[in-house]
């Protein structure tokens, strides 16, 4: 389907996917009036034998006072000559919500020692900048937006570390990162790339509906999406909140690494080099051809040993296929668990978005690594056709579905309204009144504002319920007044936003013991400067002084982003609405 012209002004985008297990860039000269087409770079140093693919191994090799040595392919290479040298892999897991790993029982590699995850990050990010800006020598000196390309399960946390990751790694000077850099989630982009490669036009109609699942190395997204329009303009919203499990290739290479380590222990296989031999060539070969036959697959330990008892022969590993009895089925087991969380994820996405019932098939178009995967596709294909739901790949293996994507996702953002994946809300006082036994319950922290009134704290006064889908461009207004004794402190201003995953949010967020009530979190902080309000402002009457004013708030993009709006009287004339930004302030990863 065609993307349509390009309306803007000329800029060089550059679109960053940082993946589990591989990551890839891509880049695209926009130019007003012209089609957007999106490049990846196909060279990696050290993957010489791999010219002409995108992709490259999300490696990093440190030295023991961390410092980084080596990137992607070479990072892997020659592992046994580089001593007192340690490998950061999967490192992108130590970035997900704590409880997503406590969920899925994620157990991530170690770092290197003197590392941390945003050491890491940066590191990698420099090397992949780098090497793309070598590669675009020459190219006209226009605006460069990066875009590193996160999880649907991500949140304000997340993209903290990856900003900072990108100032420390020197693409952006940290007083240009809120205007260059915007962050696209994974279904998002992925949305972006099946509309330039997969043929939707054919099918793609006023009120229709689809979905779109993402299955990368760590995370499988899945969002329902409705088509508002399609002419002149296309336009698609969130049906729903997406879908992210943790049930991406990476977790199936796990499944299989276990196995491998119970059924060689203490055997001449239970070594650290076979088993890593094992894993990988599992990795590049078994796990992509097995399509859930019979026949089962040939994994290779790097040795020429014959192990009848492990059936083992020649140094070659036979797990069984598709066989009776299930127990003995070594590659079903080792694909199972992922398997029933992606078809469970998209069960619920489906639900949850209403489908009504027609003749028409609902299409799923699925990209990613490990939508790749012979066996992934035929358990979907059995398990949806049922569903009247129809399987659509993307077939562009050599390419990175998001890299791509989020380039598209810039020149064009045909997604206009998204869902809310979590409830979002701020704490008020309630006036208390003793004769609620609700109150009653929770006396010892009644209070006095500085109105005189005794007040109860704590109630979660919710501003976007969860699923609930908002315009990009629509705001919430919180209305805030403030008063004091004495000159209030402009500067300081904060407002904290909390969050659950409740559709349905109790009453309150905080106990009598002033602690969170279970289900609810602490989302993030808004900062504010208002020393703008010092110019008119003037105390009343009893010498105190008030500050009315509205924070406003826009759930509906792909990241947080507040305003602060006041209104100034000009020299008694007239009243002018007023503007000034706030700063979300995420917390740390935990």
């Known amino acids: ?16 996917d940082l993946g589990t297990t591989m990551s890839a860039v891509s880049y695209s000269h926009l130019r007003d009036g012209e089609e957007p087409r999106a490049r990846l770079i196909m060279k990696w140093p050290g993957q010489p034998a791999a010219a002409g693919d995108c992709k490259l191994p999300t490696l990093v090799r440190y030295d023991a006072e961390g410092k980084a040595l080596l990137f992607g392919r070479a990072a892997q290479l020659n592992e046994e000559k580089l001593e007192n040298t340690h490998l950061a892999k999967w490192f992108k897991l130590w970035l997900h919500p704590s409880t997503m790993r406590t969920e899925f029982n994620l157990a991530p590699p170690p770092l290197p020692p003197n590392v941390t995850v945003n050491d890491v990050y940066a590191d990698f990010m420099a090397f992949l900048f780098t090497h793309t800006r070598e590669c675009l020598e020459g190219t006209v000196g226009v605006d460069v937006c990066t875009m590193p ?11 903290y570390v990856l900003r900072e990751a990108v100032v420390k790694a020197g693409i952006l000077p940290l007083d240009e ?28 109609r006023d009120d229709s509906m689809f979905l779109v699942t993402d299955a990368g190395g760590s995370t499988v997204d ?23 499990v943790q049930a991406g290739s990476a977790i199936v290479d796990q499944a299989a690494d276990q196995l491998f380590r119970s059924k060689m222990h203490q055997s001449q296989f239970d070594e650290a080099e076979t088993l890593e031999t094992m894993l990988n060539d599992f990795e590049q070969n078994a796990k992509r051809e097995y399509d859930g036959s019979n026949d089962g697959v040939v994994v290779k330990t ?54 009504r019932q027609s003749e028409d098939p609902l299409r799923l178009l699925t990209v990613g690594g490990f939508a790749e995967s012979a066996k992934l596709r035929s358990f979907l294909d059995e398990r949806l056709s049922a569903h009247n739901i129809l399987l659509i790949t993307v077939d562009e293996p050599t390419k990175k579905a998001a890299a791509e994507g989020a380039v598209y996702w810039y020149a064009k953002k045909f997604v206009v309204a998204r869902a809310a994946r979590k409830s979002y809300g701020v704490l008020c006082d309630e006036s208390y009144l003793r004769s ?48 004091s004794r004495g000159k209030p402190d402009f500067r300081g201003f904060q407002v904290n936003l909390f969050c659950t995953d409740d559709e349905n949010p109790g009453h309150w967020a905080i106990d ?6 279970p289900g609810f979190e602490h989302a993030c902080t808004l900062k504010a400067d208002m020393s703008g309000f010092e110019r008119t402002l ?19 993009r792909t990241m947080l982003c507040a305003n602060l709006e006041w209104t100034e009287d000009s020299c008694g004339w007239a009243e002018s609405s007023q503007e000034g930004p706030v700063a979300v302030i995420a917390n740390s990863v935990r």
Request: charged share 25%; with cysteine; hydrophobic share 35%.
């Open 149 to 159: 390309r996160h999880p649907n399960g991500w949140d304000q946390a997340q993209q």
């Open 302 to 355: 790097g040795t020429n040993v014959t192990d009848k008892t492990r059936n083992v022969t020649k140094g070659r590993l036979r797990l069984s296929g598709s066989i009776i009895p299930a127990e003995s089925d070594e590659m079903e087991h080792i694909f199972k668990g992922p398997l029933e969380e992606i078809a469970n994820s998209i069960d619920r996405a489906v639900r949850r978005a209403g489908r």
């Open 222 to 244: 899945t969002v329902a999406y409705k088509c508002t329009s399609v002419s002149p303009k296309l336009m698609l919203t969130e049906a729903t909140s997406s879908e992210c």
């Open 177 to 204: 990162v809120a205007s260059r850099l915007t962050f696209v989630t994974e279904a998002e982009a992925s949305v972006h790339f099946a509309i330039a490669h997969a043929d939707i036009g054919t099918w793609l």
């Open 1 to 16: 389907m065609s993307l349509g012209e390009y309306r803007g002004e000329e800029q060089l985008v550059i679109g960053m």
């Open 512 to 517: 009598a013991n002033f602690d969170l009530e």
């Open 436 to 483: 609620l036994p609700e109150h009653q319950a929770r006396s010892n922290a009644v209070c006095t504002d500085d109105d005189g009134r005794q007040v109860l704290p704590g109630r979660f006064s919710c501003l976007v319920a969860k699923n609930q889908v908002i315009q990009n461009d629509s705001c919430t207004k919180i209305p805030y007044y403030h008063t």
């Open 538 to 556: 003037q105390p009343l009457a009893d010498s105190s002084w008030r500050i009315d004013f509205s924070v406003e708030v826009f759930f509906g």
